[in-house]
């Protein structure tokens, strides 16, 4: 987090230096745009989940989630990791709280609308589960102390949690 700084962001950006100070004038102010800039970006990349409407079986939802989630951890491994520092953040500042979780409720709300209309009896529950389960075997595989699962034990992981909800 002490990298993240208005000079840091127009060096990398290639922007003239004082660029990111005149859009986000403050360091809250940087910190939630980058955090709106990662929400974005990960929306982009959930898109095809709900794309001509959310899959509808089982097995076609955990071949997608397991895919993404291994962009998550391979290609777009960064921006995960940009996610947690700000997540951390999130805990001591609670102008970037509001956002953090506004953030996240735009996920779990998608993740309602995937098993509503894969048959869930509880959608809302089950739609924070299923965040949860990812969330927690995203940071085991980045920050804890278990190993990069494979595309194969994500949807094996995916498959029982979901069967488990779905029957």
């Known amino acids: 987090m002490r990298g993240l ?14 660029s990111t100070s005149n859009l986000a004038r ?16 990960e929306e982009a990349l959930f898109a095809p989940l709900l794309a001509g409407g959310p899959p509808a079986d089982v097995d076609t939802l955990v071949d997608l989630m397991a895919h993404l989630a291994h962009l998550q951890l391979t290609v777009g491994r960064e921006r995960t990791i940009a996610r947690y520092e700000l997540a951390l953040e999130a805990t001591r500042r609670p102008e970037l709280r509001r956002i953090y979780d506004r953030s996240g409720r735009r996920f779990r709300e998608a993740a309602v609308t995937v098993l509503s209309a894969a048959g869930s009896t509880d959608p809302v529950r089950h739609g924070h589960r299923l965040v949860a389960f990812a969330e927690g075997v995203l940071f085991d595989a980045i920050a804890g ?15 029982e949690l979901l069967r488990g909800m779905l029957g």
């Open 5 to 18: 700084t208005h000079r840091a962001v127009d060096e990398a950006a290639g922007l003239p230096p004082g």
């Open 26 to 41: 403050t360091r809250a102010a940087l910190l939630e745009l980058t955090l709106d800039h990662l929400t974005e970006q």
């Open 145 to 159: 102390a278990g190993t990069e699962p494979t595309p194969e034990d994500l949807r094996l992981g995916l498959r």
